[in-house]
């Protein structure tokens, strides 16, 4: 082995010869964090937009709750109770 090159040789279960690299593990793994990260700060400047959006449509819900009530209540309150007629 070079002095430069920190690798290390093992064996499968068929005899072959299995070479890991461990002078990219730590760029490997970097790059995976760094990829993790953007999507974290991704997702963290989202929420603040979701939560916006969610509470907006909450007071239209409960503004149109509020119309449905308004026109759904005379209505029922002029709705006659339904009559029997007897049979002669």
């Known amino acids: 082995m070079s002095g430069s090159s920190a690798a290390s040789k093992t064996r499968d279960g068929d005899g072959k010869i299995i070479t890991v690299r461990y002078e990219a593990v730590n760029a490997m793994l970097l790059n995976e964090f760094l990829k993790e990260h953007r999507n974290v700060a ?3 400047s989202t929420i603040p937009e979701l939560k916006t959006t969610v509470a907006q449509q909450q007071k239209q819900i409960e503004a149109l709750t509020i119309t449905v009530r308004k026109v759904s209540d005379p209505i029922a309150l002029t709705k ?9």
């Open 80 to 88: 006659r109770a339904p009559q029997l007629v007897a049979n002669p």
């Open 42 to 44: 991704e997702q963290q």
